[in-house]
């Protein structure tokens, strides 16, 4: 069994001892059954899982906003969907970033986005008006968590313009 905060894995022992790649892993958080999850199990350390969604959610808490509501969702789903975006592009100039920065540079992005504004007013039924203020609300939740973590050059390039 390898563990991490909030979450079991189970592993075969075999597997875990060698420091292989396994495939096939069950587990659960909060109810969820993850199947079929890869997991590099390196001497009781594991590999963590879904980083863009968990700094996503981070965003969300940041603005008080229930991370089960429709249009936590909707942000949610759009703030994941520009920070493989902006990996996408960092990664054609031969550059990596974690994904904390891609997802606080996609927060900081999308307030000035249109097609953010019509996902919100559509999908989750907004007015123009609360979309337009729950994304400044976003921006203001990731400059906050970008200033918290010492993101400070994402601060400067993408929140200070």
């Not at 999850?37 to 969604?53: C, P, S």
Request: contains cysteine; aromatic residues 4%; charged residues 25%.
């Amino acid at each position: 069994m390898i563990s991490f905060p909030g979450r079991r894995l189970t592993v075969s022992a075999k597997a875990a001892a060698a420091g292989e790649e396994c495939t096939s892993v069950m587990g659960s958080h909060k109810g969820l059954w993850l199947k079929d999850q890869r997991l590099t199990a390196v001497e009781g350390d594991t590999q963590m899982f879904f980083a863009k969604r968990r700094w996503a959610l981070r965003v969300i808490d940041g603005m008080g906003l229930p991370s089960s509501s429709p249009e936590a969702t909707e942000l949610v789903d759009m703030i994941i969907a520009g920070a493989k975006q902006f990996e996408e592009m960092v990664h054609s100039t031969g550059m990596r970033m974690n994904d904390a920065e891609l997802v606080l540079m996609s927060v900081a992005a999308m307030s000035r986005n249109p097609t953010a504004l019509n996902r919100l007013t559509q999908d989750a039924g907004l007015s123009v008006n609360e979309a337009t203020q729950l994304l400044e609300r976003a921006r203001r939740a990731g400059r906050h968590l970008a200033d918290e973590n010492g993101y400070t050059e994402i601060v400067a390039r993408h929140y200070d313009r």
